[in-house]
């Protein structure tokens, strides 16, 4: 790039250019997200945007396998045994979920596992798109029985064998959950992503050809099949933001600043025009409900309601889809 006196201005990112999606997300669709925890953050912006969302419903899942047989699963209709759990350090667990299922009672781990699945199942058939975040390529297996693992729930190092998947195993694994998929649910949009978030428990060489498998696999997948696509959020924390600045005080999560960075590039390239400018009257109603005021009397805080009231049921008229009813409430008084 020149300037107006021709020399050349210094440039410190990297540009990226991203294709816009032949199909955007709308507020009508119904978004389905699994995989690791950067898929938490993309689903806590699009809730917060008031899309209709369902996130990991097994729970944060890290690796390709896991997160293609808990799809299966959902497909399935599958409902978890008593036999399916396991006791460790007073807690019953299920290696196929995240921690957050787990429980003191055996029976209330079931029921939340159960509650979940058939949330799931409903919601994967109706869905327009599904969101695959992918976090490494590294998978536990039971040594004694040779289950893949989702969460080792603390359990002793011992009990666990670790192998890096082999590319053309973790492709054939989700071209069949997606196949499985289309099957129940023949329109349903796939987006794939690579978590940049570092699996530095692997070691840092190990992490990163991990990375690459899943990288490749994708790639793959995104070039084999209809309406699969890949959105680069690991190379715009990697390549373009590229500064430890941008990651926590652990040096392996990304910060605030780059997971909004990447959530703007994402609705830039995902979402219509139309569709942005619902979002940020969305986002200024929600930011306004969760105002607190110690003069609820007073006449400047009964206009304050009454302003975002009118301003409320002027978007619901105009988009009848979109769920404000909990704002709706609020600004009602």
Known sequence: MWTKKGKEQM?????????????????????????????????????????????????????????????????????????????????????????????????????????????????????????????SAFQYYLKDQGIPVANNHRAPAQLFEKRLLEIEFIREALIRCIAALRKQNPGVKVMFTVSPVRHIRDGVVENNRSKARLLEVVHAIVTELPNVYYFPAYELVVDVLRDYRYYDIDLVHPNYAATEYVWERFAEVAMEEETRAVMAQVQDIVIARKHRTRFSETSAHKQFLLNYKTKLLKLMDQYPYLNLEEELRYFSG
């Open 11 to 135: 440039q410190f990112h990297l540009k990226l250019d991203i294709a816009p999606l032949e199909q955007r997300i709308t507020y009508k669709d119904k978004i389905l997200l699994i995989g690791s925890c950067f898929t938490e953050h993309m689903s806590e912006r699009l809730s917060q945007h008031k899309f209709v969302t369902l996130s990991n419903p097994h729970g944060i899942l890290f690796n390709p396998l896991n997160v293609a047989l808990s799809i299966e699963s959902y497909l399935e209709e599958r409902k978890y045994k008593a036999t399916d759990l396991f006791t460790l350090n007073e807690l019953w667990n299920s290696w196929e979920h995240h921690t957050r299922f787990s429980d003191t009672s055996q029976e209330r781990a079931l029921e939340l596992i159960n509650a979940s699945q058939r949330k799931a199942s409903a919601f994967i058939k109706e869905a327009d798109w599904l969101f695959v975040t992918l976090g």
